[in-house]
T-cell receptor, first 114, second 109 residues
Framework: NAGVTQTPKFRVLKTGQSMTLLCAQD?????MYWYRQDPGMGLRLIHY???????AKGEVPDGYNVSRLKKQNFLLGLESAAPSQTSVYFC?????????????FGPGTRLLVL | GQNIDQPTEMTATEGAIVQINCTYQ??????LFWYQQHAGEAPTFLSY????GLEEKGRFSSFLSRSKGYSYLLLKELQMKDSASYLC??????????FGAGTTVTVRA
């Protein structure tokens, strides 16, 4: 049981390049989330999904797209990377939306856009 | 939206007690979480409060007052491994989490 995994762990991009971050979970969770974490700002929600085939915008969705074609995978895409997207990206999943159900986080992807 | 405030940094001595405060202003409230995050790692769940009062889990306790928009995380018998960032997060009525910027706790020998 690997929990939540993220690929890649680290990436350097040039401005204007595109890339896709992959998140995978093996806990059969319905809910999946993408966050970015910047110094002094905490975790901010980019996009999230409440089930296979569904996606919704979070707090900071501009410049990102997502897809949830399979229940276990949640992809985050950057079509044209900008230096402002330099950040650490965390994926998370949860089985339920409410109650004591917490979100389980992946190890993070460190992205540097030059 | 959510406005969540917590101190930026705290320092304490090994074996001591530290209390990390979190205040929030929310458009809806559906529970409050505390997470621990070591440098370069993912956040991990520590505690959950949805009703007023104290929840105790070993050396860690968390308190909530919904009327005051206030919570604290209490860390007792501090150990060096407790040096980390502690994140306060509020869940809204749509079940999304909003996070504070985190409090970095440094434990000195």
């Amino acid at each position: 049981n690997a929990g939540v995994t993220q690929t890649p762990k680290f990436r350097v991009l040039k401005t204007g390049q595109s890339m896709t971050l992959l998140c995978a979970q093996d806990m059969n969770h319905e809910y999946m989330y993408w966050y970015r974490q910047d110094p002094g700002m905490g975790l901010r929600l980019i996009h999230y999904s409440v089930g296979e085939g569904t996606t919704a915008k979070g707090e900071v969705p501009d410049g990102y797209n997502v897809s949830r074609l399979k229940k276990q995978n949640f992809l985050l895409g950057l079509e044209s990377a900008a230096p402002s997207q330099t950040s650490v990206y965390f994926c998370a999943s949860s089985g339920l939306a409410g109650g004591q159900e917490t979100q389980y986080f992946g190890p993070g992807t460190r992205l540097l856009v030059l | 939206g959510q406005n969540i405030d917590q101190p930026t940094e705290m320092t304490a001595t090994e074996g001591a007690i530290v209390q990390i405060n979190c205040t929030y202003q929310t458009s809806g409230f559906n529970g409050l979480f505390w997470y621990q995050q070591h440098a370069g790692e993912a956040p991990t769940f520590l505690s959950y409060n949805v009703l007023d009062g104290l929840e105790e889990k070993g050396r860690f306790s968390s308190f909530l007052s919904r009327s005051k928009g206030y919570s604290y995380l209490l860390l007792k018998e501090l150990q060096m491994k407790d040096s980390a960032s502690y994140l306060c997060a509020v869940r809204d009525e749509d079940y999304k989490l909003s996070f504070g910027a985190g409090t970095t706790v440094t434990v000195r020998a």
